[in-house]
Nanobody, 128 residues
Framework: QVQLVESGGGLVQAGGSLRLSCAASGSGRTFNNYAVGWFRQAPGKEREFVAAIAWTGTSTYSTDSVKGRFMISRDNAKNTVYLQMNSLKPEDTAVYYC???????????????????WGQGTQVTVSS
């Protein structure tokens, strides 16, 4: 079992930055065996893929709308994955969720169904 807790959300003006954290805990397999993805869900919309990092840490993936603005990274010593969000836009407003996939990598990380564990989400609001 893996428990994921997101933090770092909040209210920010357009053009600002936030860093989201996804902290993992639990028993069994160690955190460095898990790929981690970030998804977001705006009101009335489907939950969509944002970014992911493979369990090896050597590959990252992101959706086109955040390329060049968001960066995902991981610190296995702290069992934490980060999502650095820069140049935020009002359309980035959503609840952001992190999720874990055992030894995941590649295009599968773009799919919600690939993930075994989910956090409760953190709200990000970008004002214009």
């Amino acid at each position: 079992q893996v428990q994921l807790v997101e933090s770092g959300g909040g209210l920010v003006q357009a053009g600002g930055s936030l860093r989201l954290s996804c902290a993992a805990s639990g028993s069994g397999r160690t955190f460095n065996n898990y790929a981690v993805g970030w998804f977001r869900q705006a009101p009335g919309k489907e939950r969509e893929f944002v970014a992911a990092i493979a369990w090896t840490g050597t590959s990252t993936y992101s959706t086109d709308s955040v390329k060049g603005r968001f960066m995902i990274s991981r610190d296995n010593a702290k069992n934490t994955v980060y999502l650095q969000m820069n140049s935020l836009k009002p359309e980035d407003t959503a609840v952001y969720y992190c999720a874990a996939d055992f030894r995941g990598g590649g295009v599968r990380l773009r799919s919600r169904g690939s993930y075994d564990y989910w956090g409760q989400g953190t709200q990000v609001t970008v004002s214009s």
